[in-house]
């Protein structure tokens, strides 16, 4: 299938970003929706990866991480439960790399979920530190050059 990849931010496209982050983690998973959406989305990049028929698959935001030039949050990547297990994610993330080399990024970083750590371990990150619990759910900080 062709998906297309499109930077929605400060288009109306954002709002399908939003709903499929809402569909995922807070419908799915239980987070909060006063969690989920936060003042960081007003600033945020977000990645929306478009099934053939239009509708949201995959999403993920991008922002610089406070306390350090050249290194960049990544967040919020989810996909579609009809597109898991289809290779969305690592697409989703390399299209997200691939922007945040070209603004001169050196590190991402992020936050994972520890039950998706092998995914981001084969997508090029390390954990850093021990575990921890952020929004009642137990994450690991991990970084990958870029």
Not at 4 to 27: C, H, M, N, S
Not at 45 to 60: E, K, M, Q, S
């Amino acid at each position: 299938m062709e998906y297309i990849a499109k930077w929605v931010e400060g288009t109306p496209q954002q709002q399908d970003a939003y709903d499929l982050r809402l569909q995922v983690f807070v419908d799915e998973q239980g987070f909060a929706r006063e969690v989920e959406l936060d003042e960081i989305d007003h600033t945020a990049w977000h990645l929306v990866l478009y099934a053939p028929d239009g509708t949201p698959a995959a999403v993920g935001r991008t922002f610089p991480a406070p306390g350090g030039p050249g290194t960049y949050t990544v967040g919020r990547i989810c996909v579609a439960k009809s597109h898991r297990r289809s290779g969305l994610g690592a697409r989703l993330l390399d299209e997200i790399h691939a922007r945040l080399r070209a603004a001169g990024a050196k590190t991402a970083q992020l936050h994972a979920q520890v039950q998706v750590q092998p995914f981001y371990q084969r997508c090029g990150y390390t954990a850093v530190g021990s575990p921890f619990i952020e929004d009642g759910w137990p994450h690991i900080t991990m970084q990958r050059p870029l």
